[in-house]
């Protein structure tokens, strides 16, 4: 070997161990998420100051999210996938996109009834959907449940989100869940009997409807009504919590799971792991003005004036299991 050569090897092999060094230094996780980045980004420098470990974010679209990682297959770069609705993460578990996770941490700070039976998935954040009327037309003591929407009395005074919606088709699913399929589908034919006007495309939309005047009472998450009520515009909207004597206010949840072709399983459990904990709870919900999972943690200040509530503890997988069966009672109904 020339002197020249010699010196080009000996500079490759550095250049290669540099690499090498550097690749196992340097820990990484990719979380692919439909959730604005925002919400994550305080928590990510957090757990990095403590661990190390750089986050890395893809957000997009759930249903791109889901479909990509499903075909990148072991190529995939996404140890987590991180979304909302229990409906959508029960269909990535169904996709076989997760792998079970066995942690003691998770088991303890994650109510059971806000993750996948399996442990495929962990709720994060809880999002409750209850009653917002107009105090211009009625008063608390107005209202009562979701299924009393459905009465007579209402007629021409509710709004609703499209069904098309998954918020909706978990509420539904609860329902079916609760009581059947025939009288689920009663009560939500009830309510599209009482409808003051077509269903709306957002949550947003159908409070400010209810703001207007437009209709008396709608159903949505509570996070959309502590967004409007920012604006002083808005004030005649109150919230109901709905069901507080029977099975409670009708909850879903924002979530993740561990990518079943993680390369860095271990890593990626103790992010979750730190989603759960006191630390990253009493910022994670309250960014968005949810609800905690975690017993004790922090609700954002702006919506603590609306107390505690009871809520329904079915099992939010069964938001998943029953979805077909809401989506069909949906259309059998009219529910556009
Ligand atoms: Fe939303």
């Known amino acids: 070997m020339g002197y020249k050569m010699k010196k080009i090897s000996i500079l490759l092999s550095v250049l290669l161990l540099i690499s090498c060094a550097n690749e196992n230094e340097i820990e990484e996780l990719t979380i692919y998420t439909s959730r604005q980045p925002q919400l994550l980004e305080p928590i990510i420098e957090d757990f990095y100051d403590d661990t190390g470990i750089k986050?890395?974010?893809l957000?997009?679209?759930?249903?791109?999210?889901?479909?990509?990682?499903?075909i990148e297959g072991n190529d995939s770069m996404a140890d987590i996938f991180m979304t909302v609705d229990a409906g959508v993460l029960w269909q990535a578990a169904e996709r076989d996109i997760f792998s079970k996770v066995d942690s003691e941490i998770l088991e303890r700070n994650i109510p059971s009834y806000l993750k996948d039976p399996e442990n495929k998935w962990f709720g994060l954040s809880k999002r409750a959907r209850t009653i917002v009327f107009s105090s211009d037309q009625f008063a608390s003591d107005d209202f009562s449940t979701y299924e009393d929407l459905a009465d007579p009395k209402w007629k021409g005074k509710l709004c609703l989100?499209?069904?098309?919606?998954?918020?909706?088709?978990?509420?539904?699913?609860?329902?079916?869940?609760?009581?059947?399929?025939?009288?689920?589908?009663?009560?939500?034919?009830?309510?599209?009997?009482?409808?003051?006007?077509?269903?709306?495309?957002?949550?947003?939309?159908?409070?400010?409807?209810?703001?207007?005047?437009?209709?008396?009472?709608?159903?949505?998450?509570?996070?959309?009504?502590?967004?409007?009520?920012?604006?002083p515009q808005y004030d005649n909207l109150n919230l109901f919590w709905a069901n507080q004597n029977d099975r409670g206010v009708h909850v879903n949840i924002s979530g993740a799971g561990i990518v079943k072709t993680s390369k860095n399983k271990e890593n990626a459990i103790s992010l979750l792991e730190y989603l759960s904990s006191d630390r990253a709870q009493n910022f994670y919900a309250s960014a968005n003005k949810e609800y905690?999972?975690?017993?004790?943690?922090?609700?954002?200040?702006?919506?603590?004036?609306?107390?505690?509530?009871?809520?329904?503890?079915?099992?939010?997988?069964?938001?998943?299991?029953?979805?077909?069966?809401?989506?069909?009672?949906?259309?059998?109904?009219?529910?556009?």
């Open 59 to 70: 957000s997009g679209n759930a249903q791109e999210l889901m479909e990509r990682i499903y």
């Open 292 to 336: 905690p999972v975690l017993i004790g943690a922090k609700v954002h200040e702006s919506i603590q004036e609306w107390g505690d509530f009871n809520e329904d503890n079915i099992n939010v997988s069964k938001l998943g299991s029953l979805q077909k069966q809401a989506v069909l009672l949906a259309q059998e109904v009219g529910y556009k």
């Open 55 to 57: 986050v890395n974010l």
């Open 161 to 231: 989100r499209t069904s098309k919606k998954v918020y909706n088709r978990s509420l539904i699913a609860s329902m079916i869940d609760e009581y059947g399929l025939d009288q689920a589908k009663e009560v939500v034919s009830g309510w599209i009997s009482n409808l003051a006007t077509e269903v709306f495309s957002n949550d947003t939309n159908a409070l400010k409807a209810v703001s207007s005047g437009q209709c008396g009472m709608t159903i949505v998450n509570t996070y959309y009504l502590a967004r409007l009520l920012d604006d």
